[in-house]
């Protein structure tokens, strides 16, 4: 599986700190931290409510990319903070995220054709959020045909059917994992997918367990891709049992290790 880390974001108030005070070393050896423990990918959100938010993801863009090679993804519902982003990047980002909000898609797709970016492509419109996997797959369905029309290939898009806190939503877990079985058939070549598997336990006392476990269920569902806290070794090991058990990985031994 792609592993994203989650933990780049100033959501997190020790990052935030950082960011304030534009604590280069604080961001790096957190980036280091975060590849040395799994991470493919490392999402950059600058976290809500600041002051420059296309100046601070330039500044974060850069100072990640000084200290490790990842690929990153650029985590901002800021059009303009998104283009800085993508243009202080070195290398071909992911674009996280659009909707199915006409507006967003008209900002977003010509941004993803002009770079050749990967994008992920949240299943949520103007009306909301969706309530079960039928609307999930309908909202990817306008995504996927927007994709087309810009000529950006259907396997660069990241189909995210957004995972909802387990104790506000709780008959959402289920659908989350069925629309990802909806979200391959819908393209020639197939979506990938992916979640923020946080966001499942949010306010929730089980915060690690929750997460691992559900993680176990999405990769038996077929999932690609989640942003995730690496640094959490019961969450990796997690991971790499199930992609061993799922036969997606060959077995040795020493499978954690690898
Ligand atoms: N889909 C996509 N992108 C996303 C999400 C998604 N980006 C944001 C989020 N969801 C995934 N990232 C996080 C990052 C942090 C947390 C959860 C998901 C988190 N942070 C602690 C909290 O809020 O309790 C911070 C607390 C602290 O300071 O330590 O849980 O679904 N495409």
Same mark, same amino acid.
């Given at each position: 599986?792609?592993?994203?880390?989650?933990?780049?974001?100033?959501?997190?108030?020790?990052?935030?700190?950082?960011?304030?005070?534009?604590?280069?070393?604080?961001?790096?050896?957190l980036a280091r931290e975060q590849v040395a423990a799994g991470a493919d990918v490392l999402d950059i959100n600058t976290?809500?409510?600041?002051?420059?938010?296309?100046?601070?993801?330039?500044?974060?863009?850069?100072?990640?990319?000084?200290?490790?090679?990842?690929?990153?993804?650029?985590?901002?519902?800021?059009?303009? &903070?998104? +283009?800085? *982003? %993508? !243009?202080?990047? /070195?290398?071909?980002?992911?674009?996280?995220?659009?909707?199915?909000? @006409? $507006?967003?898609?008209?900002?977003?797709?010509?941004?993803?054709?002009?770079?050749?970016?990967?994008?992920?492509?949240?299943?949520?419109?103007?009306?909301?959020?969706?309530?079960?996997?039928?609307?999930?797959?309908?909202?990817?369905?306008?995504?996927?045909?927007? &994709?087309? +029309?810009? *000529? %950006? !290939?259907?396997? /660069?898009?990241?189909?995210?059917?957004?995972?909802?806190?387990?104790? @506000? $939503?709780?008959?959402?877990?289920?659908?989350?994992?069925?629309?990802?079985?909806?979200?391959?058939?819908?393209?020639?070549?197939?979506?990938?997918?992916?979640?923020?598997?946080?966001?499942?336990?949010?306010?929730?006392?089980?915060?690690?367990?929750?997460?691992?476990?559900?993680?176990?269920?999405?990769?038996?569902?077929?999932?690609?891709?989640?942003?995730?806290?690496?640094?959490?070794?019961?969450?990796?090991?997690?991971?790499?049992?199930?992609?061993?058990?799922?036969?997606?990985?060959?077995?040795?031994?020493?499978?954690?290790?690898?």
């Amino acid at each position: 599986m792609i592993v994203i880390s989650e933990r780049i974001n100033g959501l997190f108030k020790s990052v935030s700190k950082a960011i304030d005070s534009r604590d280069t070393q604080f961001l790096q050896n957190l980036a280091r931290e975060q590849v040395a423990a799994g991470a493919d990918v490392l999402d950059i959100n600058t976290g809500p409510g600041v002051d420059d938010p296309s100046g601070i993801m330039k500044w974060m863009v850069e100072t990640v990319q000084d200290a490790v090679d990842a690929q990153l993804s650029i985590d901002t519902p800021n059009v303009q &903070a998104m +283009e800085a *982003g %993508i !243009s202080a990047a /070195k290398g071909k980002v992911i674009i996280n995220s659009t909707t199915a909000e @006409a $507006a967003k898609m008209d900002a977003l797709f010509p941004l993803a054709q002009k770079y050749d970016s990967d994008m992920i492509c949240l299943t949520l419109d103007e009306k909301g959020i969706p309530n079960d996997a039928n609307s999930r797959a309908e909202f990817a369905m306008v995504m996927v045909a927007k &994709a087309v +029309e810009f *000529g %950006i !290939s259907t396997d /660069k898009l990241y189909l995210d059917p957004l995972v909802l806190p387990v104790g @506000a $939503a709780q008959d959402q877990g289920m659908k989350v994992l069925e629309a990802l079985g909806m979200f391959k058939a819908i393209a020639d070549p197939a979506p990938k997918t992916v979640v923020g598997l946080s966001n499942v336990s949010n306010n929730t006392k089980e915060r690690p367990l929750l997460n691992r476990t559900y993680l176990v269920m999405l990769l038996a569902y077929g999932l690609d891709a989640a942003i995730m806290d690496p640094s959490d070794t019961e969450v990796m090991e997690a991971a790499k049992a199930s992609e061993i058990l799922l036969n997606k990985k060959l077995y040795a031994d020493d499978f954690l290790r690898v």
